[in-house]
Every structure is written in C-alpha cells, then in structure tokens.
C-alpha cells in the first residue's frame, strides 16, 4: 500500500527563519509526483510544490523548496524567509504516474510563524 | 480563488436529513473528486469522475451518493448521515491526461452531523 508519513503533527518558526517540514513516503513504483499542499485557515488546498521523481533536480518555487532524496524516499519542504502569511497545515502527497487518480495525502503538520 | 467553488461552506444536519453539498469548477477540467479531510487523519478520496464518469468508488458508504451532470458540476447527495460522518469535504478538479496530477481544491464544506 502507497503510504505518506508526517512525522511532525506541528512546526513553529520564528518570522523570516527557515524551517524543514519532512516527508516519507512508500511505493515500489518508479515514476510518480510528489506534492506539498498548503491549507490556510480559509481552508483552501493551495499547491505549493511539485516534484517529479524522474527529475534528480530538487523543485524550487521562491521561498519554498524542496530535498528530494529517491532512494531514501524522502521529500521534505523547506521554507526560507517565513512569513507570516505561511502560518498553515501542510500536507506531503503522491500520485503514481499513468495509474489512477488517487492522490495519497499524509496526516499534516501544523506550521507556527511567529512575529 | 483557484476556480473551484463549494457551497455551502457549513452544513449542519440531523441523522435523518438529507442534503447536498455542491461543487462548481470554473477551470474547463474534465476529472473532479470529492474528498474527505478528518480530524488528525490524512485525506480520504471518496469518489473520482473523469470525463463524466465515475472511475473511482473509495468503498464509500451508499449514505454518500455523487452525482456528476457535467464537466463543470459535481454534487454529493447525503441521507441518514452519522455523527462519525462530520468532516470537512473538499471537492477538487484537474485536467485527465494534461497535468493531471495537479488538482485544485475548493475551500470544502464544513459537515456537522448531529
């Protein structure tokens, strides 16, 4: 079974700090994506981050990037500069590529910025 | 606004109630999904339609019923609902065959069942 682990329930950061939010994951496949969502207290899943495994090149997006690590199936999201406005839960999630339209999500973590 | 509207936004409802909760895409995807967001439990797809037809079925309990009219609407129709069944739904789209994995979410529908 495709599973993603969280391993930290919540986070906190002082205001323009970096932190690292991680992520594991297990399949046997070989192609796949691996995302990092973002909900805010509206709610919204917003895409943070997208990795395609194929890709050695760790995937970055402004502030955020992230550590790939394949063969230790590892993802982790780094944020560089926090803001206040990235106080939210995230989520770590994965979709094989060419199978179905399941995309599985890890449990979160709560991110703290503090001012 | 990523394009993918829900309402309502709360829904409060009894045992023996049923309602719908509705979801709007504005983004001209052809695939949408309703999903379940629990307390401290990672998100559990439901249901997927792609290209109007239903291709996934989550062993989902016949309490919750989808309905996809088109590529624009999708609804989940509840009836005798349990308390256990409270969560947050999040109805989601993306584009089959082009970017698929990249899926935009609605703000969901908070459901509280009494």
């Known amino acids: 079974a495709q599973t993603v682990t969280q391993s930290q329930p919540e986070m906190s950061v002082q205001e323009a700090e970096t932190v690292t939010l991680s992520c594991t994951y297990d399949?046997?496949?070989?192609?796949?994506?691996l995302f990092w969502y973002k909900q805010p207290p509206s709610r919204q899943m917003i895409l943070v981050i997208r990795q395609e495994a194929y890709k050695q090149q760790n995937a970055t997006e402004n502030r955020f990037s992230v550590n790939f690590q394949k063969a230790a199936k590892s993802f982790s999201l780094k944020i560089s500069d926090s803001q206040l406005g990235d106080a939210a839960m995230y989520f770590c999630?994965?979709?094989?590529?060419?199978?179905?339209?399941?995309?599985?999500f890890g449990k979160g973590t709560k991110l703290t910025v503090n001012p | 606004e990523t394009g993918v509207t829900q309402t309502p936004r709360h829904l409060v409802m009894g045992m023996t109630n049923k309602k719908s909760l509705k979801c709007e895409q504005h983004?001209?995807?052809?695939?949408m999904y309703w999903y379940k967001q629990s307390a401290k439990k990672p998100l559990e797809l439901m249901f997927v339609y792609s290209l109007e037809e239903r291709v996934e079925n989550n062993s989902v309990p016949s309490r919750f019923s989808p309905e996809c009219p088109n590529s624009s609407h999708l609804f989940l129709h509840l009836h005798t609902l349990q308390p256990e069944d409270s969560a947050l739904y999040l109805c989601?789209?993306?584009?089959?065959?082009?970017?698929?994995?990249?899926?935009?979410f609605g703000s969901g529908t908070q459901l509280s069942v009494l």
């Open positions: 399949t046997s496949e070989s192609d796949y994506y």
């Open positions: 983004l001209g995807h052809n695939a």
């Open positions: 989601a789209s993306s584009q089959v065959l082009q970017g698929r994995e990249k899926l935009f």
């Open positions: 999630a994965y979709i094989t590529q060419g199978g179905s339209e399941k995309l599985v």
